[in-house]
């Protein structure tokens, strides 16, 4: 059973869609991925904004094949877009492939967060193909009802203290510029990723007691709700876990994480570390080029 919004046809003419142009796969396209599951989660990739890592999440768009993809919320970042433009051609082809993934056949259901609240408006229309829902029920393939929500709505900050939320969001901004820097340095020693933030996250204990009390809120609301779990994004901090007999799923970010929660076909879910992913390919690439290069004994 899924909350699912009346189908609508026709999209209020001030939002706007990109021409749908050449497939940014390339000209063969890449819809037969090797990475087949029945649902994913992604959330907060924050397009239009110099810290998403759209070349990263195009790579995954590219190789994930599914029946459903959810948009948990923060998709584009309109919080930073009214302050400075930015939107090079990779998030274009992010949004491509979206509308893309639409078309051919995969139900791509969008559920907005704060920083695209401007979505809201069009809860229950469709935009090429793509569904915006202020919430959603997805029920798992072993039968499993689980609420999704960004988690905006649950966090005190953003309901109580609006104008705190957008410095902290000003120096989150701030933290990662540094964080560019420093790994560009990491990456010349030939040390691997290291994320800044989630070390602060991680280390602060205000900033971990903050987390522990969103995920306690969400399980909480979900038992009310009589779902057996909840789905959201909002904190940039993957987790799968049981919160008192609670599913709490938190799918991560393609900011810093670049995680994304799948649902396989037998209804188990995973929260797939595409960096984690990433970067095993290339160390085995290097291995592979060392042992080419290494004369026959």
Not at 76 to 85: A, K, M, N, P
Request: proline share 5%.
């Amino acid at each position: 059973m899924s909350l699912a919004p009346p189908a609508q046809t026709q999209r209020p003419p001030e939002f706007a869609l990109p021409p749908l142009g050449p497939d940014p796969s390339g000209p063969d396209g890449d819809d037969e991925g090797s990475l087949r599951v029945r649902s994913v989660w992604i959330s907060d990739l924050h397009l239009g904004t110099p810290g998403c890592q759209a070349q990263a999440l195009l790579d995954f768009l590219r190789e994930v094949r599914c029946e459903h993809l959810f948009l948990v919320g923060d998709i584009v970042d309109g919080w930073q877009l009214r302050r400075s433009w930015y939107w090079p051609q990779a998030h274009n082809d992010v949004v491509q492939k979206l509308l893309r993934k639409a078309r051919k056949g995969c139900r791509v259901i969008y559920i907005p967060g704060n920083h695209d609240e401007f979505a809201r408006k069009y809860v229950h229309h469709s935009f090429g193909g793509v569904e915006v829902a202020e919430d959603w029920i997805h029920e798992t393939a072993d039968g499993r009802k689980l609420w999704i929500t960004h988690g905006d709505l649950f966090d005190g900050v953003i309901q109580c203290a609006r104008w705190l939320a957008y410095v902290g969001d000003s120096l989150y901004e701030f933290t990662l510029k540094l964080n560019r820097h420093l790994n560009s340095l990491r990456a010349r020693l030939g040390l691997p990723y290291w994320s800044l933030s989630r070390y602060l996250k991680l280390k602060v204990k205000r900033a971990v007691s903050y987390v522990s009390d969103f995920e306690q809120a969400l399980a909480r609301e979900a038992r009310r709700r009589g779902v057996d779990g909840v789905v959201c994004g909002h904190i940039h901090h993957a987790e799968l876990r049981e919160i008192d007999g609670m599913l709490y799923a938190n799918d991560g970010d393609w900011v810093e994480s670049l995680t994304a929660l799948v649902e396989h076909a037998d209804g188990r879910l995973e929260i797939l570390d595409w960096g984690a992913r990433q970067a095993a390919a290339r160390g085995r690439t290097r291995e592979a080029l060392a042992a080419a290069m290494r004369p026959a004994a």
